[in-house]
């Protein structure tokens, strides 16, 4: 199973190899090239045989390609009378969508800008580090979360993010065992204020009893 983008490529390929073939051959027929119909047949074949060739070494290389689809999604927490979310999980979902299992190391965010200015080194924030490696299957998935207050933290923790680092766009991210990155294609703004409000807001209604820890936490699958 290729993503769409790889069968877009293949499909595009062959109509447009096809397309020519065909432009070809009526080019010739309207010229008044005479061709025996045993050299004509035999060129034809030919050609459709070079076709198949090529869309098989495309399509193996395609298959030999670590492909994933990386998405992140949000649960709201809201109480009672209240229209604003008091508390939000953050998740990561990861489907190996290839042929090639995939050793996972850690599941996470990746800071491409803070305040519309593109980051000059890369600042990669954890959901999920597994210092063994966890594998992903072919057609498996994985989904790792985190909550506000864990993710206000890790901003926190990085000297160029902070309360005051207004909006931080982000892509979610893997990094494999030989800590290379694959993102997913969407880009996501956090607002650092607004991230840090829910946290306020969970933490008062946690010291109050009002709701329990054990309830917010995400759960990893």
Not at 50 to 61: D, F, H, Q, R, Y
Not at 93 to 114: C, W, Y
Not at 123 to 135: G, L, N, Q, R, V
Request: charged letters at 25%.
């Amino acid at each position: 199973m290729f993503d769409k983008k790889c069968q877009s490529a293949l499909f595009i390929f062959v109509c447009g190899a096809s397309g020519g073939l065909v432009v070809l051959g009526v080019s010739t027929l309207l010229s008044g090239v005479k061709l025996e119909l045993g050299s004509w047949a035999d060129w034809f074949s030919g050609i459709l045989t070079s076709l198949g060739l090529i869309g098989t070494w495309i399509a193996s290389l395609l298959r030999s390609k670590v492909q994933l689809n990386i998405k992140m999604r949000t649960d709201n927490f809201y109480v009672a009378g209240s229209n604003e979310p008091i508390h939000i999980n953050y998740y990561i979902e990861v489907f190996n969508s290839g042929h090639i299992p995939v050793r996972v190391r850690e599941v996470g965010l990746l800071i491409k800008k803070i305040n519309d200015k593109p980051v000059k080194e890369k600042i990669f924030i954890p959901f999920y580090t597994d210092s063994e490696s966890k594998t992903i299957q072919p057609l498996d998935e994985i989904v790792k979360g985190t909550h506000n207050m864990l993710l206000e933290d890790s901003f926190s923790d990085n000297a160029e993010i902070g309360e005051e680092g207004g909006v931080v766009t982000v892509i979610p991210c893997l990094k494999d065992k030989s800590d290379k990155y694959y993102s997913g294609d969407e880009r996501i703004k956090i607002d650092m204020k607004k991230l840090s409000l829910f946290s306020e807001a969970t933490a008062t209604l946690l010291e109050s009893g009002k709701i329990k820890y054990e309830m917010l936490q995400p759960k990893d699958q």
